[in-house]
C-alpha cells in the first residue's frame, strides 16, 4: 500500500500540485527583489557617480578659475598652464571655457578648449546632453567665470561599465536562487504528499496503512508522529463505541418499560379529567377513540364497534361535527370547538365536549388523519349557561354588575360599572372589587360586607368608591352569593346603583341648613348688639366654621386723598390650616385703585368669587392671594347707605371652592345683616346726637334745617356774624343756604373750610340727620394749623434756599481756592528745584504734598457739589472696559507696589469689546473705590473682578466687584458709607486722608450711569464693592485693514503739532502719524510750542509733559488760559500717577496716552478726540525679552512698519543719546543735583521700555522717584545706577550689532 | 665752413645722442639665430605664432610686467593693445595650450639677465637703446 502511494510521486523537476504552490511564491519574491535591485542600484549608482564627478569637476573648475586669478596678478602663466594640462589629462570633460561678463550684462567667451567649440554651443548650455560646472573669476582685469561641460553620454558609458558586473551577478543569483527554491518546495512537499494519503486512507477507516515516512523538517516530523497517535486513538474509539452501542441498546430496554408506566400514569389521569384522544383517519373514514372517550360519550359494548361513533348522534349533531371536519380538510388547518353532543339512545345524558383536530399530512401536503383530544365539558357549560343568562340581564340594567367567582376575583361586569370606573374590562378581569375602594370609604361598612361575604349572606349597602382617576362616587351597592345546583358556592354578584348625586345633595342640603342655622344666629348677635363692630367679629367665627372654611375677615374701606380708597383688614377667624393675616401689615391700607377687577365688581354690589389659579400670572390680585395661600376666594361687599363701607371674605386654602349660587345668596344675607347692624349703629347715634346738642361746645355748633334756616346754635355759634367762605365774604344766613343747597347734592357728611377775619381758620363738617331733616354743623379752629402749616412752608424755602447757596458758595470757593493753590504747588516744586538746605527742601515738601492733597479734596467737592446739583452730565462714546481696567492698572501700580500690596485685575471675556456709556465717569468711580481699597489695606490683596451679569443682543448689565482684604467697616458704618462727609473713625480720616465725599461721589456717578452699587464689609476682614451698571453694545465691527483704510482717509489732511524735547520720542511719534498720512509739526518745549507759527492751523497738539524751559502743564495753561485756544490736546506722560493725570485734565488737557505707546493706543487717543471715530481695540502685551538678550526690539520693529530707515535711525539715535545720558545721570547724582537726575530717568524712561530693556524698568523707576530724603533709597540708587551703566554699555554693543546687520543689508 | 662743420657734427651726434636717449621699442635675444626683423615679423613671434627657431631653440617670449615701465610700450608696439589686452591674449593662448607661457619681467635689467642666461630667449623692451648691450639687440627694419 505504502509502495503503491510512492509511485503516485511527481518527480521533484515537474513543477505541480504543493510543490508548485511552495515555490511559486518564493520564486517571485526573488524575482522581484532582485529586478527591483538590478534597477535601483545602477540608478543610485548613477546618482552616486554624477555627485562625485560633479564635485571633481567642481572642483577642478575652482582650480581653473584660481589659476587664471594668480596668472593674471602674478603674471605668471606656468601655472595656468600645469593646470590645464593636469585638467585634461585627469578630466573627461567635454570641453572648459572663461566665459567673461561684459559691461553691458551680457556674457561673451572669452576662450574655450578645445577650440572646436563655438561661442555659440558653450553659451547655450545644452543641460540635456552635458552637466555644467563653473567657478568665478573676479580678477582686476577679467571678471567672469570658468565653465566646465562634461557629457551625459560619456557618464552613461562609466555607469555601465561600472555596473555590467553587478548585472551579471544578479542574473546569475536569480536562476541559482530559483533552481534552490525548486529543490526545497520539492523536498518540503514530499512529506506533505505522503501525510495526505495516509489521511485519507484513516478517513476511510483504513486503519492499516503504513507510517514511516519520516520528514527532515521538524513541523512535518511531528506532523506524522500525531498522525500515527490519531490512527492508535482511532482504533480505541471504534472499540469505545462497540461498547456503548451495547449500553445503549440496554438503556433503551428500560426507558420502553418507562414508557409504558407512564402510558398507563396518563391513560388514568385523562381518564379522571375526562379527557381522551383519538384519531380519524380519512381514507378509511374510521375513528379511533381511546377508552377514556368512550367512557365521556358513555358507549360500551352493547352499543357495537365505536369507529365511526358519529352514528350514534342525532343527526344534527352529527353533522356539526362532519362540517366542522370538512371545514378544517378544506381550509388544511387543524381547529378546537366545543360541542353539544346528543345521541339517538335517548337514555345516554346529553353532554358537551370541547373537540381538538390536528391534521397529520402526507408528502404531497395532503391530510390524510386528524388526530387529537376529547375533552367532557358538560358541568363548565351548565356554569356558563348560568352566568350568561345573569348576564344577560345585567346588560339591560342600567346599574352597574359585577359577576366574581367564589374566590371573589372578578370574571365580568357590565358596561355601566366599566363607564363608572373609568377602566377596561381587561384591567379588571382576574382582580378583586376592592380595587374600587377609596380611602376614604368608611372601614366599618367594609368590614360589615367581609362578615356578610365570609358568611354567604346577601348584604346591602351604601359604599363610598374611587374610580381609575380617583374621582369619588357613592354606591348602593346589593351583593348575592351564587350556588350551583349542587349548592356549592360558585360566584358572587354584585349590582351596585351609583347614588352619589343624592349623596351630594344631601351633603350640599346638611351645609346649606349649617349655613342658615350660623346666619340665623348671626344676625340674632348682630340685632342684639349695640357695638357693631364687636358683634361682626364674634360673627366672623360662627360663619367660617358653619361655612368650613379655612379663613374669615372683615375689610373696611378709607379715603386718602393721595392715594384713593384704601381697605385695612380689621377682623379676622382662622380654621388653623392657614397662617394668621390679620398682623399681617400688607393687609392694611391696601389701595384699592390698584384692583380695577376687584372693587368693579364689590362696587356693583355684587360677590367678587374667583379661584387663584383663574387669574392672570401678572394680576397683582393674584399675587396677594399667592402670598396668603389662597386657592379660592369669596368676597361679599358692605354698604352703608351709598357709601362702600367695606367687605366680608371666605378663603378656602386646602381645597379649590366652587362655590354654589346658594351658598354665595346665603352668605350675601349675612352681609346684609351686618349692613343693617351699621345702619341701626349710626341710627342711634343720630338719635343719641340729635338727643344732646353741644350746647357747652366751646366751638361753634349750629342745628339748620334743610332750607338753611337755624333752629339750634350753641354760644360761640352766636358771635358768627360774616366770614370768609369760597374766597367771599358772605353772611352767616348766606353761608347757611350755599351750605344747603351743596348737601341737597351730597347727602353725607362734608367738610368745608371757612376763614374768620385774617387770621382765624376753620373747618365746618356737616351731618345730615336722617329722618329729622336736620343738619348738625360743627366748627373746628385750625388757625393754629394753619399758621404751623404756613411756617413750616417758609422754613422749608429758607432751608432750600440756604442749600442752594451753600453749594453755590462751595462751588466757587473751590474755584476761588484752586487758582492760589495752584500757585503754592507750582512755586513750593519752582522753589525745591533751587538750591535750598535739605530741611528746606523737606519744608517745601511737605507744603507741595499739602497743596496736592488740599487740591484732591477741591476736585471731590466740586464733583459732589455738581453732581447734587445734577450739573454732572455724562459724555457718551464708545470704551473698552479692558482698556479702562488696565489704564487703573497702571495707574494704581505704583501705591500697591510703594505699600507692598497685591492687585488682582480680572475682566471676563464674555464682556463686549466695545461698550457704549461714559469711560471717565467709569474710570472715575473704579479709582474711587480702587483708592479707597488701596488706602485702608495695608496687606493682601486689593481686586477688580468684571463680568457681564446679563447678556443681550443689543447690551449687556456688567457686574464689577472692587474687593479688598483691608480694615473693612463695622455693621452700622455699612448703612452710612454712601453719605457725605461719612468716614467711620475720624482718626482713620487723619491717618489716610480723604474728605469723606469719595464713596457719596462714586455713587453718585453709578447712579448717574442707571447702575446700582452695594457694599458687603466685615470689621477686619476686608470690603467688597458691587457696581451693576447697564451699558449698550457697539455692535459696528471694523477690520485691521478697514480700520487702516478708513483712519487714513479720515486722518489724510490732519495737522497735529508734537511738542517734545525726547528725539527718539520725537522720532516714534512722527513716524507713527506719518504712516497715516498727518502732517507733523514739531516743537522741542512749551514755549516753543506756544509761539508755534503753524499753532492756529492744527488739529490736535501732542504735549509731553516734563520739558525743559517751559513744560507740558504750564504750556496747556497758557494756551487755554493767555491764548485760548480749544485745540484738543493730548498728554504723553511717562507717568501714570493719579495726581499728575488729574492735573492734566484739570488744565484742560483731553486725554492722556502713557508712554511708551503703541500705534493703537495713539490713533485711537487723536481719532476718539478728534470725533472722527471711536474704534478702540485692546493693547496687546508687548512681547517677552527672548532668553539670552537684554533687549526686545518687538515694539520698535512694530512702529516702523518694516521701514530700516527708521530702525538705523532710531538705534543711531539711542547710541548717539542714550549713553550719554546715562553718564550725565550718573554725575548729576553724584554731585548730589537729584532733580537733574530725576529729570534725565524721566526722560530716558520710555525710551528704555521702547527698546524692551526691561530689567531696567525698576531701576529707573527708583531714579525717577526716590524720596531725596531717604538714605536707603540713596544706596539703592548707587546700585541701580551702576546697573544702568552696566546694562546700557552692553544693549549698545547689541544694538551696534543690530545697525551693523541693517547697513550690511 | 668751421660753422658748417660744427654744425653738421652737432646735428649728427646729437641726433645720434638723441636716438640712444629716447625710449623705444628694443628687441633683445640670445641664440635666436636673429639680427634683424621686421616688425610684423616681431609681432608674430610675440604673439606666440612661433615655438622653435630655425636652430631648433624653443622660443621663449620673455615680456615686461604690466607693472613695469616698458609694459605699456610694448604693449602698444608690439601687441597694439593696452597692457591689459597683451595680459589677456597670452591668457587665451596658454588657456588653449597653444603656446609655452611667455616669461614676464619686472625691469629691462632682468630682461636682460634673462635672455643672456637662456637661449632662444626673445624680449621685447621699450626702453633706451643704450641701455642694452649691443650685442643682443635685433635689429628693428
Known sequence: MAKSTHKKFVPAFILSGISLRIWLPFAISITVFILAAGFYYPKKQEIIFIENYSSKIKELAKTVALGVELTLSSDNFEGLKKTIDLAKSSSEFEFIAIIENQEDGTEQVFQVNPDSFDAKTVLKKDTVNYIYESCRIDSELLKGYVLIAFSRDFIQAKIYKLNYPVYQFLVILLVVSLIAFLFFANTISRPIRKLTIVANQLEKQNFDVDINENSGINELSNLNNALFSLKTALIDAKKRNQEFNKQLEHEIELRTIDLKETTEKLIKAQTASKFGNYEYDLITGKWTLSNVINQILSLNETDGPTDNWLNFLCSEDNDEIVHSFEDAIFNRQGFQKDFKLNFKDVSKPEKWVSLVAEPQYDLAGNILTFSGSFQDITERKLIENEVNKLSLVAKKTSNCVIITDKDRKMVWVNDSLLRLTGYEMHELIGRSPRMFQSPKTNTDTLDYVKQCLDNKHELKVEILNADKYGKEYWLDMNIVPLFDQKDELIGYIA??????????????????????????????????????????????????????????????????????????????????????????????????????????????????????????????????????????????????????????????????????????????????????????????????????????????????????????????????????????????????????????????????????????????????????????????????????????????????????????????????????????????????????????????????????????????????????????????????????????????????????????????????????????????????????????????????????????????????????????????????????????????????????????????????????????????????????????????????????????????????????????????????????????????????????????????????????????????????????????????????????????????????????????????????????????????????????????????????????????????????????????????????????????????????????????????????????????????????????????????????????????? | MQFLISLFLSLFLGTTLLAQTEEKLVIIGNKTGLTELTLKEARDIFKGKMSFWKNKEEVIIVLPSPKSDDATGVANEIFQTSVTGMQKHWLALVFQGRSNPPVFVQSTREAIDYVNKNSGAIAALYCKSSEVPASLIIKLK
Open chain 1, 495 to 1305: 349590582v351596585e346603583t351609583d347614588i352619589t348625586e343624592r349623596k351630594m345633595t344631601e351633603e350640599e342640603l346638611l351645609r346649606r341648613e349649617k349655613m342658615l342655622l350660623a346666619i340665623s344666629t348671626a344676625s340674632n348677635i348682630l340685632l342684639n348688639s349695640l357695638d357693631a363692630l364687636d358683634s361682626i367679629s364674634q360673627t366672623l367665627e360662627l360663619m367660617g366654621k358653619a361655612v368650613v372654611v379655612d379663613r374669615t375677615y372683615l375689610f373696611t374701606t378709607s379715603n386718602d386723598p393721595k392715594l384713593g380708597m384704601l381697605a385695612s383688614q380689621r377682623f379676622e377667624w382662622n380654621s388653623g390650616n392657614a397662617d394668621a393675616q390679620i398682623d399681617n401689615p400688607e393687609m392694611q391700607n391696601l389701595p384699592m385703585g390698584e384692583f380695577e377687577e376687584f372693587i368693579g365688581v364689590l362696587g356693583n354690589r355684587l360677590p367678587f368669587v374667583k379661584r387663584t389659579n383663574d387669574l392672570d400670572d401678572d394680576d397683582k390680585f393674584k399675587k396677594i392671594l399667592e402670598s396668603q395661600d389662597i386657592l379660592s376666594i369669596l368676597i361679599i361687599p358692605i354698604f352703608k347707605g351709598e357709601l362702600f363701607w367695606g367687605y366680608v371674605g371666605f378663603d378656602d386654602c386646602t381645597i379649590e371652592r366652587n362655590w354654589s349660587e346658594a351658598e354665595i345668596s346665603i352668605l350675601s344675607t349675612f352681609a346684609t345683616a351686618i349692613e343693617n347692624a351699621l345702619d341701626r349703629e349710626d341710627k342711634t347715634e343720630i338719635i343719641k346726637s340729635m338727643a344732646l346738642f353741644p350746647e357747652l361746645n366751646p366751638n361753634p355748633v349750629i342745628r339748620i334745617d334743610l332750607e338753611g334756616k337755624i333752629i339750634l346754635e350753641n354760644d360761640a355759634a352766636e358771635n358768627i356774624h360774616d366770614l370768609n367762605f369760597d374766597n367771599k365774604l358772605v353772611s352767616k344766613e348766606e353761608f347757611l343756604k350755599h351750605v344747603t343747597e351743596l348737601l341737597s347734592h351730597e347727602k353725607n357728611k362734608v367738610q368745608f373750610e371757612v376763614q374768620f377775619n385774617e387770621n382765624n381758620f376753620f373747618t365746618v363738617d356737616c351731618l345730615l340727620i336722617e329722618d329729622s331733616n336736620q343738619i348738625n354743623l360743627y366748627f373746628n379752629d385750625i388757625s393754629l394749623l394753619k399758621e404751623n402749616e404756613q411756617k413750616l412752608k417758609e422754613a422749608k424755602i429758607r432751608a432750600e434756599a440756604s442749600d442752594k447757596a451753600k453749594e453755590e458758595f462751595i462751588a466757587n470757593m473751590s474755584h476761588e481756592i484752586r487758582t492760589p493753590l495752584h500757585a503754592i504747588t507750582g512755586l513750593s516744586k519752582i522753589l525745591k528745584k533751587s538750591t535750598l538746605s535739605i530741611e528746606d527742601q523737606k519744608l517745601v515738601s511737605h507744603i507741595a504734598q499739602s497743596g496736592d492733597h488740599l487740591h484732591s479734596l477741591i476736585n471731590n467737592v466740586l464733583d459732589f457739589t455738581k453732581i447734587t446739583a445734577g450739573e454732572f452730565k455724562l459724555n457718551i462714546s464708545t470704551f473698552s472696559l479692558r482698556h479702562v481696567v488696565k489704564q487703573l492698572q497702571s495707574i494704581l501700580f505704583s501705591i500697591a507696589e510703594e505699600k507692598g500690596l497685591k492687585l488682582d485685575f480680572e475682566v471676563s471675556s464674555e464682556i463686549h469689546e466695545l461698550l457704549i456709556g461714559d469711560e471717565t465717569r467709569l474710570r472715575q468711580a473704579l479709582l474711587n473705590l480702587l483708592s479707597n481699597s488701596l488706602k485702608f489695606t495695608e496687606k493682601g490683596t486689593v481686586s477688580l473682578r468684571a463680568r457681564p451679569l446679563k447678556d443681550t443682543e443689543n447690551s449687556q448689565l456688567l457686574e464689577i466687584i472692587v474687593s479688598d482684604t483691608g480694615i473693612g467697616m463695622s455693621e452700622g458704618f455699612i448703612g452710612k458709607i454712601f453719605d457725605k462727609f461719612s468716614q467711620e473713625d475720624s482718626s482713620l480720616g487723619r491717618k489716610h486722608g480723604g474728605t469723606g465725599l469719595g464713596m457719596a461721589i462714586t455713587k453718585g456717578l453709578v447712579d448717574l450711569m442707571q447702575g446700582a452699587i452695594t457694599v458687603d464689609s466685615q470689621k477686619d476682614s476686608g470690603t467688597t464693592f458691587t457696581i451693576h451698571i447697564p451699558f449698550e453694545k457697539n455692535l459696528q465691527k471694523i477690520n485691521k485693514e478697514e480700520r487702516e483704510k478708513t483712519a487714513k482717509s479720515k486722518l489724510n489732511n490732519l495737522k497735529v503739532l508734537v511738542v517734545e524735547d525726547n528725539d527718539i520720542n520725537l522720532l516714534v511719534a512722527n513716524t507713527l502719524l506719518a504712516f497715516y498720512g498727518i502732517t507733523v509739526f514739531e516743537a522741542k518745549n512749551g514755549k516753543e510750542a506756544i509761539t508755534h507759527p503753524n499753532l492756529n492751523e492744527v488739529d490736535l497738539i501732542l504735549m509731553d509733559l516734563q520739558m525743559p524751559e517751559m513744560d507740558g502743564f504750564a504750556a496747556t495753561e497758557y494756551l487755554r488760559k493767555i491764548l485760548k485756544i480749544s485745540t484738543p490736546i493730548i498728554a504723553l506722560t511717562a507717568n501714570a500717577l493719579k495726581t499728575e493725570i488729574e492735573r492734566c485734565f484739570e488744565l484742560g488737557m483731553n486725554d492722556y496716552v502713557l508712554k511708551p505707546y503703541n500705534e493703537i493706543q495713539l490713533m485711537d487717543a487723536i481719532t476718539k478726540n478728534l470725533n472722527l471715530f471711536t474704534d478702540i481695540k485692546v493693547i496687546e502685551s508687548p512681547n517677552e525679552v527672548e532668553s539670552g538678550s537684554l533687549l526686545n526690539l518687538d515694539m520698535l520693529k512694530t512702529l516702523s512698519a518694516g521701514s530700516d530707515e527708521f530702525m538705523i535711525k532710531i538705534i543711531s539715535m539711542f547710541l548717539e543719546q542714550i549713553p550719554s545720558a546715562v553718564i550725565e545721570l550718573k554725575t548729576a547724582f553724584e554731585a548730589n543735583d537729584y532733580e537733574t537726575s530725576k529729570s534725565i530717568a524721566h526722560k530716558i524712561k520710555a525710551t528704555y521700555i521702547q527698546f524692551g530693556i526691561t530689567s531696567l524698568e525698576q531701576d529707573i523707576f527708583l531714579l525717577n522717584y526716590f524720596d531725596v530724603n531717604a538714605t536707603a533709597e540713596l544706596e539703592k540708587c548707587k546700585s541701580a545706577i551702576q546697573n544702568l551703566v552696566e546694562i546700557t554699555d552692553i544693549v549698545s554693543v547689541e544694538l551696534r550689532n543690530v545697525l551693523n546687520g541693517f547697513e550690511v543689508a
